[in-house]
């Protein structure tokens, strides 16, 4: 026979503790709360994605020829066997020793909105393979020109104006450098003396002028 105690006890037990009022309710909600929580982040994350996707504003981006031109350039400069991009072989090679930034010298472009069309004259370092350079050109071309500006360069064309060793092409650049410097400064020398010229000869009309401007002596 059970112990009336006991079964008070064991009933005690099995339920909350009676005082408290609305505890079973408050411990469900407390239990459910988290969950809540959880959903509705997910619905504002859900929210702000739909928002960053949908890209409501309108306009275009678009690139001047030079923008294009500029970026293959530069892409090209360490591209092996290729001595010069030739705009004018002289004139290029003129531009790049005296530190000029026209990075597109040479480079001639079709800039659509998603298509580029390129055409380059190059000189070529003699014994090597002029395909392989053409390769390359190609894929770095095309390569940097969709990484900056997600437009497609359909077509390159190279047409190669010479071959030159690199010890030719290092002594035609030091023949080239010596005609810059001697023009700059022949260029200087000029200016320098049509200067000298212009201040004698201010000089001697202002010495003109005080001389007739003085009274005569009777």
Aim: proline share 2%; aromatic share 4%; glycine share 4%.
């Amino acid at each position: 026979m059970e112990n009336n105690n006991d079964k008070n006890k064991t009933s005690t037990s099995a339920h909350l503790d009676p005082v408290v009022p609305n505890a079973e309710e408050k411990v469900k909600a407390d239990h459910q709360q988290p969950t809540n929580n959880s959903a509705d982040n997910h619905k504002q994350e859900a929210k702000t994605e739909d928002h960053e996707n949908k890209d409501t504003t309108n306009g275009e981006v678009t690139y001047d020829d030079k923008v294009i031109q500029k970026i293959i350039g530069i892409a090209l400069e360490d591209v092996e066997g290729l001595l010069t991009i030739d705009g004018g072989f002289f004139s290029n090679t003129a531009e790049k020793l005296v530190n000029t930034d026209n990075d597109s010298a040479g480079i001639e472009t079709e800039v659509g909105k998603k298509q580029v069309a390129v055409d380059m004259n190059i000189v070529a370092e003699y014994g090597k393979d002029i395909e392989k350079i053409f390769s390359q050109i190609k894929q770095i071309a095309s390569k940097e020109v969709a990484d900056m500006t997600h437009l497609d360069v359909i077509e390159v064309n190279v047409n190669v104006t010479d071959i030159k060793t690199k010890e030719e092409f290092e002594k035609d650049s030091e023949t080239v450098q010596d005609k810059v410097t001697d023009a700059a400064k022949t260029t200087g020398e000029f200016a320098s003396e049509q200067t000298d010229k212009a201040k004698a000869a201010v000089s001697n009309q202002a010495d003109k002028l005080k001389d007739e401007s003085k009274p005569e002596v009777q």
